[in-house]
């Protein structure tokens, strides 16, 4: 997934989180947020790193950027989307471009289209400059986190971890997870990444913390392959007998092993794997 379509996502999956860090208290919201579609009048347009929200008179308009070049130029594509978005919806419209990543072109500053006696200005907003407060805060919004103003990322980066791993959902966790190391990619090397979030995902959270607390005390083995199931029935609901009847029959190392590899499945077929590639002879 490119990183703008990982931020459409965030936006489109959490619009009053977006429209609060924003707006803030311009925002004004009093019923939910509406997501609209991308296309527009006349001659249909769509853009993968673009999402409208509609409050009740106000549309946010989103525009996600790795890069600023573009093809018709950012300032005209602008101002093109405002006047059809005005022309449907009649209302105030505030647009923002969020760059993602810092690059050497003077583009990134700027933001109007001028043309003769036309003159259109909306926001820029370039991350790494951002203060990553109001993003460590929300969880929402910790992907974007990484790639904000810092004088130490790896910090920054293990910080943005640790508040992911915190988050009590699982599913939440795995979706905001995967965004964050996804985004983390125009900051950092993939090995740093995996490291990082290898050591972290899971170990810290609320959850896991407490399974582990109530199984250490059953014994060695028996807490192990004891701690190994409630993680496993936390992430994906409930496992099949014959999964389960695989995993009592792990030597200690072998579950020791199964515990340190289940940070990484993804569905029960990855565990379904494991188990044939470390059945007991």
């Known amino acids: 997934m490119p990183f703008d379509n990982v931020c459409k ?43 409208f929200l509609r409050l009740s008179s106000r549309i946010l ?70 203060d990553p407060t109001p993003l460590l805060a929300d969880p929402a919004l910790l992907p974007l986190a990484v790639l904000a103003r810092t004088d130490s990322p790896a910090t920054l980066l293990q910080q943005v971890a640790n508040q992911v ?6 599913g939440q966790q795995r979706n905001l997870s995967a965004y964050t190391q996804l985004l983390a990619g125009l900051r950092f090397e993939k090995e740093t990444i995996q ?42 609901g409930t496992v099949p007998p014959e999964l389960q009847a695989q995993i009592q029959a792990l030597s200690l190392p072998q579950l020791e092993a199964l515990g340190e590899a289940l940070l990484d499945f993804a569905t029960l077929a990855d565990l379904t794997t494991w188990l044939q590639t470390h059945q007991t002879i």
């Open 195 to 236: 490291q990082v979030f290898r050591g972290t995902f899971m170990r810290e959270s609320v959850i896991y913390q407490e399974i582990y607390q109530e199984g250490r005390q059953e014994g060695r083995q028996e807490g192990e392959r004891s701690i190994i199931l409630r993680v496993l029935t936390r992430r994906f």
């Open 61 to 130: 308009h989103l525009e996600f950027q790795t890069t600023p070049e573009s093809e018709p130029p950012l300032p005209f594509r602008m101002l093109d989307y405002w006047v059809r978005l005005y022309r449907q919806h009649r209302c105030a419209i505030t647009q923002i471009v969020l760059f993602l990543k810092p690059t050497e072109s003077e583009a990134l500053q700027v933001e109007r289209f001028e043309a003769e006696n036309t003159l259109h200005r909306y926001r820029v907003i370039r991350l790494w400059e951002q």
């Open 9 to 51: 996502t965030l936006a489109e999956q959490y619009p009053v989180n977006f429209v609060r860090w924003l707006l803030g208290a311009e925002a004004g919201i009093s019923d939910p947020v509406q997501v609209l579609k991308t296309e527009l009048s006349l001659e249909p347009i769509r853009a993968d790193a673009v999402t």
């Open 165 to 170: 791993s915190r988050i009590e959902d699982i």
